[in-house]
């Protein structure tokens, strides 16, 4: 997984860690998300990330090992996909952007924006 703008301004962008500082890097600067250039955020939603090839792949191995039983158990098993956190920012110059973040990162996070 990796962390990225998903919409609004700097949509595409990466989202990095730079000397403890989460940033949005641009082909030029680094746009940091601190409590002094963001006016406000917002833990939106979690969303689960799960590759369809791995969800069919365990319910497949689980069908072969247990059965019809086994074949959702396995399928669910890759439901359990590691989850990221979707955050909507509003920065003080204006610009709004959403952003997704690691489970592990969006501790980091909240830990430096409070």
Same mark, same amino acid.
């Given at each position: 997984?990796?962390?990225?703008?998903?919409?609004?301004?700097? &949509?595409?962008?990466?989202?990095?860690?730079?000397?403890?500082?989460?940033?949005? &890097?641009?082909?030029?600067?680094?746009?940091?998300? +601190?409590?002094?250039?963001?006016?406000?955020?917002?833990?939106? +939603?979690?969303?689960?990330?799960?590759? $369809?090839? /791995?969800?069919?792949?365990?319910?497949?191995?689980?069908?072969?090992?247990?059965?019809?039983?086994?074949?959702?158990?396995?399928?669910? /098993? $890759?439901?359990?996909?590691?989850? &990221?956190?979707?955050?909507?920012?509003?920065?003080?110059?204006?610009?709004?952007?959403?952003?997704?973040? /690691?489970?592990?990162?969006?501790?980091?996070?909240?830990?430096?924006?409070?």
């Amino acid at each position: 997984m990796r962390n990225k703008v998903i919409y609004g301004d700097y &949509e595409g962008y990466p989202v990095v860690m730079r000397n403890n500082i989460f940033c949005i &890097e641009t082909e030029s600067s680094f746009i940091a998300i +601190t409590p002094r250039t963001v006016s406000s955020w917002e833990l939106s +939603t979690e969303k689960r990330s799960t590759s $369809a090839v /791995s969800m069919i792949g365990r319910g497949f191995l689980g069908g072969l090992v247990l059965g019809p039983i086994g074949a959702g158990i396995g399928a669910y /098993s $890759a439901l359990k996909g590691q989850a &990221e956190k979707v955050i909507q920012i509003v920065f003080k110059d204006g610009k709004k952007t959403i952003i997704t973040l /690691s489970n592990d990162d969006f501790v980091k996070f909240n830990f430096y924006m409070s």
